[in-house]
């Protein structure tokens, strides 16, 4: 069953066991709330009479939105105003429509695994031959790490001029 209630100016279809965001309204988390304006109500195709119709919710937490930047601007006359803004939420957890609560969520259970899968069973099997490319394509090893100790600069005869006054070229001179 299904129902679209409003509530904070908005209009939200709900469901029993649906969770949703609305604007604050008064309580803490754990309390239970009537929200009483039901616009419409159904189930499937059909639509329900919403007379004396309310929506019980449970109010899981009060929040804050995102943080908006309002930032105001006036060419030329040297005006800026930057504020910033959270909106306040509630998260409300529908718990029935009218009489109908809502249904808890059964948990899946694990499938056993199959008995004829095991490694005995597995190594009997006949393996046959797969190409490369059907398995995952390997990894390149890592780049080694460059040494702690600096390279020296390569030295090549006849690269520097004359007018530089470094020790290599004053030591050539001198031999």
Request: charged residues 30%; glycine residues 8%.
């Given at each position: 069953?299904?129902?679209?209630?409003?509530t904070?100016?908005?209009?939200y279809?709900?469901?029993?066991?649906?969770?949703i965001?609305?604007?604050?309204?008064?309580?803490?988390?754990?309390?239970?709330?009537?929200?009483?304006d039901?616009?419409?109500a159904?189930?499937?195709?059909?639509?329900?009479s919403?007379?004396?119709?309310?929506?019980?919710?449970e109010?899981?937490a009060?929040?804050?939105?995102?943080?908006?930047?309002?930032?105001?601007?006036r060419r030329?006359?040297?005006?800026r105003?930057?504020?910033?803004?959270r909106?306040?939420?509630?998260?409300?957890?529908?718990?029935?429509?009218?009489?109908q609560p809502?249904?808890k969520?059964?948990?899946?259970?694990?499938?056993?695994k199959?008995?004829?899968?095991?490694?005995?069973?597995a190594?009997?099997?006949?393996?046959?031959?797969?190409?490369?490319?059907?398995?995952?394509?390997a990894?390149?090893?890592?780049?080694?790490?460059?040494?702690a100790?600096?390279?020296?600069?390569l030295?090549?005869?006849?690269a520097?001029?004359?007018?530089?006054?470094s020790?290599?070229?004053?030591?050539?001179?001198?031999?």
């Amino acid at each position: 069953m299904f129902a679209v209630v409003r509530t904070g100016g908005k209009q939200y279809r709900v469901a029993a066991g649906d969770k949703i965001v609305v604007e604050k309204l008064a309580g803490e988390a754990g309390q239970t709330i009537q929200l009483g304006d039901v616009l419409l109500a159904g189930e499937g195709s059909e639509l329900r009479s919403t007379d004396g119709l309310t929506v019980s919710a449970e109010i899981i937490a009060q929040a804050k939105g995102e943080k908006v930047i309002v930032f105001k601007k006036r060419r030329r006359h040297n005006y800026r105003r930057k504020n910033g803004h959270r909106q306040q939420h509630t998260i409300l957890r529908i718990t029935a429509i009218g009489d109908q609560p809502a249904e808890k969520p059964k948990k899946a259970a694990k499938a056993p695994k199959p008995a004829d899968e095991t490694p005995v069973a597995a190594a009997e099997q006949p393996q046959a031959d797969t190409a490369p490319a059907a398995e995952a394509p390997a990894k390149k090893p890592r780049a080694k790490k460059a040494d702690a100790k600096p390279q020296a600069p390569l030295k090549v005869e006849g690269a520097e001029s004359e007018m530089t006054d470094s020790p290599v070229s004053a030591k050539n001179d001198s031999e």
